[in-house]
């Protein structure tokens, strides 16, 4: 059954950093793209951050580039997102999503399993 | 980044309507289009991907269409379970998936 759980939100001060984690489980992690989604409060989906399986290509939404890095360990099965100098638009929560495309395979992208997210609150 | 744009932005429908909610890209996608239902305090569910296949243990009251730049997600008989807000999440660009703004269903 795969699992992914996110850990490591909370309440930092403007200007700060965190270090979010996302471990999976019940899958072959390392043939998976993953994907940080955020919801900032009564707002929609936004796609923050992305990794390729192996960790090779990255992706940035303009609003966290040069802020937030995405990494993975496949040997522990987890994701990370590191977030530098956090301001209150920040504020959301933040959910790690598999895609569901495996590497090798035809299918098409999507997001078939979703954490249930952590809580970042950016605030003074 | 390709641009998604949803319309409406909520509606209000009764138990037993047909629902239809559209998604536009500012290029072409393909069928590169997915689909998903969120409920308050709860991560997404995908129910569509590529367009019009169902994903797994998804009622077949939900359909999908559309190709290119215009799609449509139609829910045949809105069910009391249903309402929630809809989002479409164009897979065109490899890693730089964008969501629409969603569309809240809600009960009339």
């Known amino acids: 059954q795969v699992h992914l759980v996110e850990s490591g939100g909370g309440v930092v001060q403007p200007g700060r950093s965190l270090r979010l984690a996302c471990a999976a489980s019940?899958?072959?992690?390392?043939?998976?793209?993953i994907y940080w989604v955020r919801q900032a409060p009564g707002k929609g989906l936004e796609c923050v951050a992305a990794?390729?399986?192996?960790?090779?290509?990255?992706y940035y939404a303009d609003s966290v580039k040069g802020r937030f890095t995405i990494s993975r360990d496949n040997s522990k099965n987890t994701l990370f997102l590191e977030m530098n100098s956090l301001r209150p638009e920040d504020t959301a929560v933040y959910f790690c999503?598999?895609?569901?495309?495996?590497?090798?395979?035809?299918?098409?992208?999507?997001?078939?399993?979703w954490g249930q997210g952590t809580l970042v609150t950016v605030s003074s | 980044d390709i641009q998604m744009t949803q319309s409406p932005s909520s509606l209000s429908a009764s138990v037993g309507d047909r629902v239809t909610i559209t998604c536009r890209a500012s290029?072409?996608?393909?069928?590169?289009l997915n689909w998903y239902q969120q409920k308050p305090g709860k991560a997404p569910k995908l129910l569509i991907y590529?367009?019009?296949s169902l994903h797994s243990g998804v009622p077949s009251r939900f359909s999908g269409s559309g190709s290119g730049t215009d799609f449509t997600l139609t829910i045949s008989s809105l069910q009391p379970e249903d309402f929630a807000t809809y989002y479409c999440?164009?897979?065109?660009?490899?890693?730089?998936?964008?969501f629409g703004g969603g569309t809240k269903v809600e009960i009339k």
């Open positions: 999503a598999r895609d569901g495309a495996s590497y090798g395979s035809s299918s098409y992208s999507c997001f078939d399993y």
């Open positions: 019940g899958f072959t992690f390392s043939r998976y793209a």
């Open positions: 990794i390729s399986y192996d960790g090779t290509n990255k």
């Open positions: 290029q072409r996608i393909g069928i590169y």
């Open positions: 590529a367009a019009s």
């Open positions: 999440q164009q897979s065109y660009s490899p890693l730089a998936l964008t």
